[in-house]
């Protein structure tokens, strides 16, 4: 939900809560103040007739104009006078009626007076009154609403605009950072705040970046001498079948090593976007070739090969094409079973390659991290995939994984 | 024949120079750019291995003063750095070949023994290892004067034995040499196997003895054994 929305549906929700019980004891309030003022008539009606019987000693006439009533009845029991409501109905609908009844001796014969008074006009202003100050408690809300969203608009611009620079931020990227200026304090301190705080992250990234590469680079001679006395040990034809089992390991794990070490220049190489220069590339020539190259790879482990090749160019850099479409065919051959299926599919734009899956659905969310690989074979890097979406986030092209059917599904998706 | 190696690094100068020297090759060692500078300028090398991060200077400032003097030695360069620019501009110096660290040493001998044949037998590149004579530029293999066909693989793999002959190489830098990094670190090599099996039957069936012996697990040594 945005800042604006969540804003105003609580601010309806509270003004229309504080109108609500302002309307209803409004509504009660009026009620109250004008029956007291109708019941103050009353009470003179009563003393006017209390005037008359003692002037006069007889009853004045029944009297009944259009909002007032006056009625006398004989009656033998004394009651202390009361107000009360009565409706009555009439040729144009019922009406309602404010009463006072008192009692009154007149030449020893006790009478019940009943006054009333029409609430009608009471009921019509109040219902004036209330309308009114609705329509204009609306009127001063949907003000409110526009005023707000407008202020608000204007007043959170340069967050606005904060986020949008912030999203647009890459670490190792060319843009820099650049928040706009504003007069509001606490939006400079924030923007403060996060240019260095990206600031740093950069200069974190940069340095662990360039860690990683002078490592790499300084690994380099270490291996090659490790590995040229190895291969010089091997020479030897004392060795034992220990010892040449020990040479062996060692051998290997250099291998290993050096792999790694490879891997490891390449993204920091794909990183610094060393692999720059683009040009269309026959995608559907570039894998016939391929899959020729690793020919022998297939019928190593009998690997059946269903490929379905429709004309595809893609523009990227050819090293990099070369790279992804190795690492996702020699994993399709790596990570199978014996006498498993590779499938191959091109289309103009979408590549899939389908592997049967030695094990279950790779993790979507790590799969592609580098050393995310929880069981790594001994013949496995780690990085075979973090390379794949590397190149792919540098070339702009997607790539995605599925596991449909028990196979391990690679879709590689690009536009022109 | 000498070969001069520049290398800064003396342990893997000196591997170096232990798996090249042989009875047909002397190895002169030098360890910075100024010494290399000298040794180079003055004597006549079949090929010089020449690393590019020197103390004192770059192994490029060599080369360029190597091809300054018209000399025509043989320069193969080996560099840490795999970089496709630092490739291209070595070769564009005059360099003949690239290789990056760290590499096998049968790689390094290959390569070595490919660039002093390009140098000494002027375009004619036949090379010959007792009975077997190999024609580099028709890819041709003659056993006693008779045509042996060979897989393109096959082929190579005999170049690569006979370019280490008498050297243990391992099964790992036949199937780097062969298949470059198609194969990512694989374990299994099965399909080397196969070719090497192949390759021994169609020498022997040609007559040759068997030159290709199995070293424990570790890989395969190509020599006379007479």
Redesign the interface.
């Known amino acids: 939900m945005k800042l604006f929305s969540k804003y105003n549906r609580i601010n309806l929700l509270f003004t229309l809560l504080v109108f609500l019980i302002a309307g209803i004891s409004y509504y009660f309030i009026l009620r109250y103040v004008l029956v007291n003022q109708i019941d103050d008539d009353l009470k003179i009606e009563q003393r006017e007739i209390q005037a008359h019987v003692l002037k006069y000693n007889r009853l004045p006439d029944e009297l009944q104009v259009k909002d007032q009533v006056i009625r006398f009845q004989i009656t033998t029991d004394s009651i202390p006078e009361k107000f009360g409501h009565i409706d009555m109905t009439e040729e144009h609908g019922t009406e309602e009626f404010r009463s006072l009844e008192f009692f009154i001796p007149v030449q020893s014969q006790m009478y019940k007076v009943t006054v009333l008074k029409s609430m009608e006009a009471t009921e019509d202003l109040i219902q004036a009154i209330i309308a009114i100050t609705l329509v204009t408690l609306l009127l001063l809300l949907v003000l409110f609403l526009l005023i707000n969203r407008m202020i608000l608009r204007k007043l959170w611009k340069p967050f606005y605009k904060s986020l949008d620079v912030m999203r647009s931020f890459q670490l190792g990227g060319k843009h820099s950072l650049n928040f706009p200026a504003t007069n509001i304090e606490e939006f400079n301190i924030m923007n403060d705040t996060l240019k260095q705080a990206f600031q740093k992250a950069e200069q974190d990234y940069i340095t662990l970046k360039e860690f990683t590469e002078n490592a790499s680079h300084e690994l380099q001679t270490p291996l090659a001498i490790i590995r040229s006395k190895l291969d010089l040990l091997i020479q030897d034809q004392q060795l034992s079948a220990a010892q040449s089992l020990a040479v062996l390991a060692a051998y290997d794990s250099v291998q290993k090593l050096a792999h790694l070490n490879t891997s490891l220049l390449l993204l920091a190489k794909i990183d610094n976007r060393q692999f720059s220069e683009i040009s269309a590339i026959d995608l559907k020539a570039v894998v016939q070739n391929k899959l020729l190259q690793l020919e022998e790879l297939f019928s190593s482990k009998s690997l059946q090969i269903v490929t379905d090749l429709k004309p595809a160019t893609i523009l990227m850099n050819e090293t990099l094409c070369e790279l992804v479409l190795n690492n996702l065919i020699s994993n399709a051959i790596h990570h199978n079973v014996e006498g498993g299926t590779v499938i191959v599919n091109l289309q103009s734009h979408k590549l899939i390659i389908a592997n049967t899956a030695t094990e279950a659905a790779l993790d979507n969310e790590k799969m592609f991290d580098r050393f995310s690989n929880k069981t790594p074979k001994a013949d496995h890097t780690g990085l075979g995939l973090s390379i794949i979406k590397q190149v792919c986030d540098v070339s702009h092209i997607s790539c995605t994984y599925k596991y449909l059917d028990s196979k391990h599904h690679f879709i590689i998706e690009w536009v022109d | 024949m000498k070969i001069l190696i520049v290398e800064d ?1 003396k ?2 100068a000196n ?2 120079c ?2 090249l020297g042989n009875e047909q090759f002397m190895c002169d060692v030098a360890y910075d750019f100024h010494s290399a500078m000298d040794k180079a300028l003055v004597f006549e090398y079949a090929c010089i291995i020449l690393d590019i991060g020197l103390p004192g200077g770059s192994g490029l400032t060599i080369l360029e003063e190597l091809k300054r003097n018209d000399k025509a030695d043989g320069l193969l360069i080996i560099s ?5 620019d630092d490739k291209v501009q070595a070769l564009r110096a005059g360099a003949d070949d690239y290789l ?7 790689e390094l001998g290959a390569r070595v023994a490919a660039i002093i044949r390009r140098k000494s037998f002027d375009g004619k590149n036949v090379l010959s290892f007792d009975d077997l004579e190999m024609d580099l530029n028709e890819r041709m293999l003659q056993v006693k004067n008779i045509p042996v066909e060979l897989t393109r ?1 096959e082929f190579d793999l005999l170049l690569y034995f006979i370019s280490n002959k008498n ?2 190489i ?1 099964k ?2 036949i199937a780097e040499h062969l ?1 470059d ?8 090599y ?2 080397l196997y ?1 070719h090497i099996k192949n390759l021994r039957k169609k020498l022997m069936q040609a007559g040759t003895p068997d030159y290709i012996q199995s ?5 395969y040594k190509f020599s006379l054994t007479r």
Request: glycine share 8%; aromatic share 12%.
């Open positions: 690094e342990e893997l591997s170096i232990t798996y840490a750095k795999n970089s496709l990056t660290k760290p590499f096998h040493l049968s693989k050297k243990v391992t790992t830098a298949w990094d198609h194969l990512g670190v694989s374990s299994n099965d399909f196969t070293v424990y697990g570790m890989g």
